[in-house]
């Protein structure tokens, strides 16, 4: 079994009121997890292409990839970096049912949003959608919970606007197409026409997910799109 794949049949087993990364009981102020594993978990460093969120040297320039070919989303900005405890937390948050940390974690997103120049412009919160067979497991994705949190927090309505499409009409292809189709395929409601969204989502890699919602948003007449995530993972099929 992989490393992430154990780490989340792990906490399958988690029992509220513990911290899921140490084990200790949580006390009456901790959030989700305990205060000594929230002072170990940091915000992004390094420097990232401002539209896309992917790492790059000088974040003053766009990343080579969105010069090209210019993403669909004006920016895109991740918390922090997906490993150690905000990896555990993620994991606790989407696999564990430990949603009592969707709103410490969207605390933390809301603020780097904040952050942002662009923070004024949003008009809503929208969370990219699960796979319709995850639903049927768990009727709410960890990224509604956390658009829920940041909804609260940044006072714009959390609105579901995106729809994820599975596996239908794609007999004939390979399982690694069919797989592939089924993580990248929305399409957006008509109400999107005018607005300028933020998208919300647990964690980004490639920024594949993000760029292909974000496209929905904008044929459906999104007037911008910004993105946020609570932690960028590396992918590891680049060799940089
Ligand atoms: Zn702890
Ligand atoms: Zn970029």
């Known amino acids: 079994m992989q490393t992430g794949g154990a780490l989340a049949a792990a906490i399958e087993a988690l029992l509220p009121g513990m911290c899921p990364h140490c084990d200790h009981p949580l006390d009456g102020t901790d959030r989700g997890l305990c205060g000594s594993c929230w002072s170990l978990t940091v915000p992004r460093a390094g420097s990232a292409c401002r539209h896309c969120g992917v790492p790059i040297q000088d974040s003053s320039e766009p990343c080579l990839a969105c010069l090209q070919a210019p993403p669909p989303q004006s920016a895109t900005v991740a918390w922090g970096e997906h490993d150690g405890v905000l990896r555990t937390a993620i994991l606790a948050l989407k696999h564990g049912g430990r949603d009592d940390l969707a709103a410490p974690l969207g605390d933390r997103l ?3 949003v904040a952050a942002e120049s662009w923070a004024s412009l949003i008009d809503c919160i929208v969370p990219i ?37 599975g596996l239908v009409r794609q007999t004939g292809r390979s399982r ?33 997910t993000l760029k292909r919602a974000a496209q929905a948003l904008r044929h459906a007449g999104a007037s911008a799109v910004y993105c946020a995530v609570c932690a960028h993972a590396p992918d590891s099929r680049r060799f940089s």
């Open 129 to 165: 959608p699960s796979h319709p067979w995850r639903r049927l497991k768990k009727p709410w994705a960890a990224s509604e919970l956390l658009a829920e949190s940041v909804s609260r927090r940044i006072e714009r309505p959390a609105i579901r606007l995106l729809r994820r499409h």
């Open 110 to 112: 809301a603020a780097s």
């Open 176 to 208: 690694a197409r069919r797989l592939e189709l089924s993580q990248t395929s929305f399409s957006a409601r008509s109400e999107a026409d005018g607005r300028s969204p933020l998208l919300i989502d647990d964690v980004m890699t490639t920024g594949t």
